[in-house]
């Protein structure tokens, strides 16, 4: 992206959000303030500063959402053996249900598909009922669950979205990402 469509952020679709690969300077700029108000035991700086080094290696991919200059999201992936394992989703919990996280969730669908996946993956707490609706949405159907998974107390669900490369799945993204869902 030039210096010039920065300025202007004409990357940016009506909704006003634009989807970037994420920076270490995001990380203060946004990240870790999202981090901490998602997760009662958030990631450490050093972990997602690890994260994003990897990106370089190709193994994983993490993205923010920008409203603006503004971090109101970020999503990563890290890729295994022809599958894709989304590692986290947060968004700003005043910018929640305005569709950012299905713009953080296309932009991971588009590369995981770029690189070949044939399927991908997540865990997802059991209370977090909302969060499971949209990965339905994404084809996600429950496959097992992890007892305890969350801080020791919490079960997590255990979903899966398989045959992503076929041409009916990238129709699916191509309706999300026109937000005709």
Not at 36 to 61: K, T
Not at 109 to 114: I, L
């Amino acid at each position: 992206m030039s210096v010039l469509e920065r300025i202007l952020r004409r990357d940016q679709p009506p909704s006003g959000i634009g989807i970037e690969p994420m920076r270490k300077r995001d990380l203060r700029r946004g990240v870790m303030a999202i981090e901490s108000a998602a997760y009662p035991r958030p990631w450490s700086h050093g972990v997602f500063v690890s994260e994003i080094e990897q990106m370089r290696a190709g193994s994983r991919h993490y993205v923010v959402a920008r409203r603006g200059r503004e971090v109101v999201g970020y999503a990563g992936v890290w890729f295994s053996a022809g599958e894709a394992h989304i590692t986290n989703v947060a968004v700003k919990p005043e910018s929640r249900r305005h569709g950012v996280a299905t713009r953080l969730l296309v932009d991971l669908a588009s590369v995981a598909r770029e690189r070949g996946c044939a399927a991908w993956t997540l865990e997802v707490r059991v209370s977090s009922t909302g969060a499971q609706e949209l990965y339905r949405i994404f084809g996600f159907a429950p496959a097992g669950v992890r007892q305890c998974y969350y801080e020791n107390t919490e079960d997590a669900i255990v979903m899966w979205c398989h045959d992503i490369q076929t041409d009916d799945y990238g129709a699916r993204l191509e309706e999300l990402r026109d937000g005709r869902d």
